[in-house]
């Protein structure tokens, strides 16, 4: 169950070229400025409850997926800012309404995290797991089964 492959789960097409927009994950910002397509899969959502990513979320802990940067294009990025959140980390998001919309690692570039609240498309993604819960909120209760992990 927990290592199983996420599906998007869409209409059954037929033709070709509408079976390669199926497979497309779309999203955006809250505004709607910001808007992107992902030409890839959602294969694993991390529940990060550590203290900058409940900054940057304003909640419990942020939703966290890990996509190829190729794979995924912005329209509207001219909205898009980047917070240089330490030497290496940088959190993106829109600067019109503030949504998050993904991290990324200046020395890792082929990789972003996307924020998952802001996809549209709908995902069925069975892996999940939480991550940094020694420094989850006092207020926080973790209800649910997925695996957790004190740090990373
Ligand atoms: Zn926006
Ligand atoms: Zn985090």
Redesign the pocket.
Known sequence: MVNSRCIIAAPIKNTREQKQEQNMITG???????KYVYDGDINEIAMCHCSQCRKAQGGPFATNSPITSQKIEFS?QH?IREYQSNDDKVRAF??????PLYSRLNSNPDIKRLRIGTVESPIQCTKRYHIFTASKADWDTISDDYPQHKER
């Not at 955006?28 to 910001?34: S, W």
């Not at 829109?94 to 949504?99: E, K, Y």
């Open positions: 955006g910002c809250l505004c709607g400025r910001v509207g909205f829109c600067s019109h309404c503030g949504s």
